[in-house]
Structure formats: structure tokens, C-alpha cells
């Protein structure tokens, strides 16, 4: 069956320094990949998202890029703040199909 | 907009009250979805309506009763509810089977 899988948190930084968090996957065919965030309290928010092989999603200064060839779609960011401590989960999406298949999640926590 | 409203924000019942959990979206989508979230996992679908009809039911206890009265609302109606399903309650929206899924903030719901 389907699976993503994430590194395993807790993730801890200083502010300002580069963020990556690994994903993988294993699915057929071609599914849409997509990376949520869920912040302390609150529900899931989409982050952002790639729907075919070499796509790159962006959003607030986050990146990942659909990699086929490694069945990967790694999220980054350049320099993280404070308020980037969440939980973040990697999540696939078959075609033609509801369910989103998800990551275990990975919580960043950015300190000062 | 991309928004999805959950109602109430949070839920305190007994084993044997009937509640129920509300969802609104006013973006037009056709997909509404009902995930259920314990501490430090990922979501797991419960249900999901397409086009106002139940089409995934991913073996939910019957104490768990879904509703779409419309193409905007979709409720969850809950009765004789076990302390372990004590949990975050969320509800997403999508154009379709194969678009990203919008989230709500969730209902907290503590069963005693």
C-alpha cells in the first residue's frame, strides 16, 4: 500500500538557521505530494504543494521539490523564525482517489 | 478563501450524551471529509462525502454518525461516545478527489 515516511522530531534550531525535513514515499502511479503544518492548538493549514515530477511548491519562504527519480519531496527553509515551530507533515494524494495518505509528522522547534 | 469553520471549538461530553459537531465551507467544493487526530499523530479519515453522498466510510463505530445536509454543511452526530475517542476532530473540504484538501481548526472533543 501506499506510505510517507518522515524523519523523526523533534527537530530543534536556532533562529535563522536552515530547516530541512525529510520525506519520502512510496505509492504507483503518480500522486500529488503536499506538506501541512499544524501549529500548536490549531488545525492542519496547507503549506504547499506539487502535483508532477519536477514540480517545486513555495510557499512563505518554504520549498520542496517533487523528485520521482527518489520518490522524495523534501521540505526547506533558508533561515527559520520562532514562529515556524509546528508540526509538519508530509502527505500524499493518489489520483482519482479521496485519502490522503500521511506522514507520521515532524515537530520543529526553533529557539531564540 | 480558503476557509473551513468547525463548531463548536471545544466539546466536553458524557458516555451517554448525543452531540454533534458542525462544518461550513463556502468555497463550492464537493468533497467534505471527517478526520479524526490523537495527541502527536497524524489525522485518520473517518468519512468522506462526495457530491452530498457518503462515499468512504473507513470503518467508523457506529456511535460516530455522519451527516452532509447540504453542499456547505456537513455535521457529526455523536452518541454513546467511549473516553478513547477523546480526540481532535477535524473536517476538510476539496474541489474533488484529486485536489488538496482545505482544513478546519478542529473540535477538541474530551469525552468523561
Known sequence: GDSVTQMEGPVTLSEEAFLTINCTYTATGYPSLFWYVQYPGEGLQLLLKATKADDKGSNKGFEATYRKETTSFHLEKGSVQVSDSAVYFCALLKAAGNKLTFGGGTRVLVKP | ?112
Open chain 2, 1 to 112: 478563501d480558503t476557509e473551513v469553520t468547525q463548531t463548536p471549538k471545544h466539546l466536553v461530553m458524557g458516555m451517554t450524551n448525543k452531540k454533534s459537531l458542525k462544518c461550513e465551507q463556502h468555497m463550492g467544493h464537493r468533497a467534505m471529509y471527517w478526520y479524526k487526530q490523537k495527541a502527536k499523530k497524524p489525522p485518520e479519515l473517518m468519512f468522506v462525502y462526495s457530491y452530498e453522498k457518503l462515499s468512504i466510510n473507513e470503518s467508523v463505530p457506529s456511535r460516530f454518525s455522519p451527516e452532509c445536509p447540504n453542499s456547505s454543511l456537513l455535521n457529526l452526530h455523536l452518541h454513546a461516545l467511549q473516553p478513547e475517542d477523546s480526540a481532535l476532530y477535524l473536517c476538510a473540504s476539496s474541489h474533488g478527489r484529486d485536489y488538496e484538501q482545505y482544513f478546519g481548526p478542529g473540535t477538541r472533543l474530551t469525552v468523561t
